[in-house]
């Protein structure tokens, strides 16, 4: 099922999709004049927490997580970014080094936009400068309600938040009554949840037996949506 009216995703997901929607042909020429595809594999890295950025990437197939690295070489996954989206520009807009790292959740086509291109487009473009202003904006609304998210909710209740948000992502042609199939490690998952690997596969087993959902092998199938959407709200 749809669930647009009974849970306000807007809140949780940065979605830079809009910021090159319907552009304008001619700031969209000069945006993508240089650009450059690239095929990515399940892990790989696509740019490094710490590099001083050459450009900016457009997701065009496939699904990146952004994450950062701890002193121990735990990664921590921030956000997952889907066909469509903009990745590696605030490192750019900031003149500062990448403040996490990207790498391919599974097989990927990304396009790169050089540095110069980016900028130029930027500076000529007043609707892309605008809609990079709105998106940084709901971004920082985002990260807010992320922290507030860890420090309240328990594992369960973000395990539960974090798979109604991902499976937004995981739609593919999808049909009221639909259910929608993700494809994610359990470490992934995790990582994106803050805790470890076994209370997830825990959790996820409750998840089971109460009928909220199915898995085979590392697929998760949700059938029962607004179950996951209750437990969120707890």
């Not at 594999?41 to 994450?67: D, M, Q």
């Not at 395990?159 to 992502?169: F, G, N, P, S």
């Not at 909220?212 to 996951?228: N, P, S, W, Y």
């Amino acid at each position: 099922m749809s669930i647009k009216g009974i849970f306000p995703i807007d809140n949780w997901d940065f979605n830079s999709e809009s910021v090159l929607t319907d552009l304008p042909e001619k700031d969209l020429q000069l945006l993508m004049f240089h650009q450059s595809r690239q095929q990515y594999k399940k892990g790989e890295i696509i740019f490094r927490e710490g590099a001083y950025p050459s450009g900016i990437f457009l997701i065009e197939e496939g699904k990146v997580k952004k994450y950062k690295t701890d002193k121990h070489g735990k990664e921590h996954i921030i956000y997952v970014a889907n066909r469509g989206e903009l990745i590696g520009y605030h490192a750019i807009l900031s003149e500062d080094r990448f403040p996490d790292s990207a790498a391919a959740l599974e097989e990927c086509l990304v396009a790169f936009i050089p540095r110069e291109d980016f900028i130029t487009a930027v500076r000529e473009s007043e609707v892309l400068s605008k809609r990079l202003l709105k998106t940084l904006s709901h971004e920082f609304t985002v990260l807010a309600n992320s922290l507030t998210l860890l420090a309240h909710k328990s594992v369960r209740e973000r395990l539960a938040m974090q798979l109604v948000i991902i499976r937004e992502k995981y739609k593919v042609n999808f049909q009221p009554g639909m259910p929608v199939e993700i494809n994610m490690g359990r470490d992934d998952l995790a990582s994106l949840v803050g805790t470890a690997r076994e209370n997830v596969v825990r959790i996820l087993s409750e998840f089971k037996e109460e009928g909220i959902l199915e898995t085979r092998g590392r697929k998760i199938i949700i059938t029962d949506v607004q179950k996951l959407i209750a437990i969120a709200n707890d």
